[in-house]
């Protein structure tokens, strides 16, 4: 049912490159991890992500997989996912070669190339019941996985069996029963949230000095260029921008090549209003220039509370549609996530529904038409235009759509996993530009956190993109009272 024991290795965490010490043996290598199942609903790639070492699905894992199977949900089509590698694993297999253990050498049968891992998958095919030191009490599925767990550690107590689960709850209670637990490591992008790209960087004071030398200046189509050799060049990303700290200069980073980077001068939305709206700060002129630029199709804005991200890009989006004709209108989606109790079943049209959800898209929109000229008539005549111009869409009802010519708003990204960002980005058609916004401090969705929210994985993905670009918003501008809020409370 399980593989030889094995003598104890140092505790690691569940990373493809975890490497153990190479005067080991081979089979102290290795280590057997006990999957609950939240993780395979979380993603159901799990199986294969744990490189030479075994993976044990218990009995309880299996029953929990089939009872979610149906419906239309995310979590429902990760378990019907599951079942499919599980089946594509013991096809030919018989029940010696089960007990024995199932080869995890491949992600998928659509694959290109197969890679002999040396992984092995277990299930539990007979009762552990025996080998339990401790019976827990109660009938809860949590606590049979803990049983289980606690069975495998007694029946091989010189071989390093983990629990995996996103639960937090289960890995505290498997803390005080003395086992090991761990979260599922494999779906971060980052180690620390810290670390995330923020999409500017100030010049040292010394930078234009010590690159004069082969510095080369000149203008096209009214654009100010600069290319720029020397070592700082090496970490630059595309659309990177950079300034320097008296504000004389802001640019953006255009091309990089062979060490050397072709920087283009920013235009100054503290001075130039965009609908009205005329950035606050540095950063607010930073993300106006990617919102506006026609060669960006994909910007991701992250800040927190009253940064003005939603403001930027429904500002952007009206000049880009309403007075350039670039854009036929503006799509606006979000997660449907309360903060509070649910207000249940709300009738009316798709557009309807959503309505309850768009109040910060309500009072932008407020912001940005309000005008003393024409009055309540000129004012009443300006919503009804952009009514039109403005759709408002689930989230449920995008796969299989693809969007031409449209300014797509995903808000409140941070809520949304790799997979459906994956899904959301692959709707966009030609001359489509794709704007998320969001704010990884305040993920309202279970097993989701700051490193492997999906506008975390997409920020970090497509940093190296000619065609993409981010900006972590850091001040925030809605009042003094906010500002003064989010820094004490």
């Not at 049979?144 to 010189?158: C, E, H, I, K, S």
């Not at 111009?389 to 790799?418: C, H, V």
Request: proline share 4%; hydrophobic share 40%.
């Amino acid at each position: 049912m399980t593989p030889p024991p094995a003598a104890p290795v140092r505790r690691r965490r569940n990373r493809i490159e975890d490497i153990t010490a190479d005067s080991l043996p081979e089979i102290a290598r290795t280590r057997l991890y006990v999957l609950d199942t939240n993780v395979l609903m979380h993603d159901p790639t799990a199986l294969f992500r744990f490189e030479e070492h075994a993976v044990f699905l218990p009995m309880v894992v299996l029953e929990e997989l089939d009872a979610a199977k149906k419906g239309v949900s995310e979590v429902a089509r990760n378990v019907r996912q599951v079942s499919r590698f599980l089946d594509e694993l013991m096809q030919g297999a018989d029940h010696q070669a089960v007990v024995d253990g199932l080869p995890l050498g491949r992600l998928s049968a659509y694959e290109a190339t197969v890679r002999d891992t040396g992984g092995r998958l277990y299930f539990q095919t007979e009762p552990l019941s025996a080998a339990l030191p401790l019976a827990l009490p109660g009938l809860k599925p949590d606590n049979n996985l803990l049983g289980t767990v606690m069975a495998l550690q007694a029946r091989y107590p010189d071989r390093d069996v983990v629990l995996v689960s996103k639960d937090i709850n289960l890995r505290i209670k498997a803390s005080i029963m003395g086992l090991c637990a761990e979260d599922y490591f494999n779906d971060q992008v980052l180690d620390d949230a810290d670390l995330l790209y923020r999409g500017w960087e100030e010049l040292p004071e010394d930078f234009w000095n010590t690159h004069s030398k082969d510095m080369a200046s000149w203008s096209e189509k009214g654009r100010t260029f600069y290319r720029v050799i020397g070592p700082q060049v090496a970490s630059w990303t595309p659309n990177l921008c950079v300034y320097t700290a008296d504000d004389r200069f802001e640019g953006i980073v255009r091309e990089l090549s062979q060490g050397a980077a072709r920087i283009e001068i920013l235009r100054n939305y503290r001075e130039n209003a965009v609908w009205g709206v005329r950035a606050r700060n540095r950063e607010q002129s930073f993300a106006l220039n990617l919102l506006m630029d026609p060669e960006v199709d994909f910007v991701t804005l992250m800040g927190g509370a009253g940064t003005g991200k939603t403001l930027l890009a429904l500002a952007a989006g009206l000049t880009q549609c309403l007075e350039m004709n670039r854009y036929r209108e503006i799509l606006m989606t979000r997660v449907t996530i309360p903060v509070g109790e649910d207000i249940g079943f709300l009738p009316g049209t798709e557009e309807e529904k959503m309505t309850p959800w768009m109040g910060a898209l309500m009072d932008n929109l407020e912001v940005l038409t309000h005008s003393e000229e024409g009055g309540e008539w000129g004012r009443g005549a300006t919503q009804d235009l952009l009514a039109h111009r403005i759709k408002i869409r689930s989230l449920n009802f995008m796969r299989g759509r693809t969007f031409l010519n449209r300014y797509l708003i995903i808000d409140e990204a941070q809520n949304l996993t790799a997979k459906q960002m994956k899904t959301l980005i692959t709707r966009a058609g030609p001359g489509t530009k794709i704007v998320c916004l969001g704010n990884i401090a305040q993920i309202d969705t279970p097993y989701l956190t700051e490193t492997s929210s999906g506008l975390t994985h997409v920020v970090d993905r497509f940093r190296n993109w000619a065609h993409g670009g981010h900006i972590t918003l850091m001040r925030g501008e809605r009042s003094r009272l906010a500002d003064h809020a989010s820094e004490i409370l």
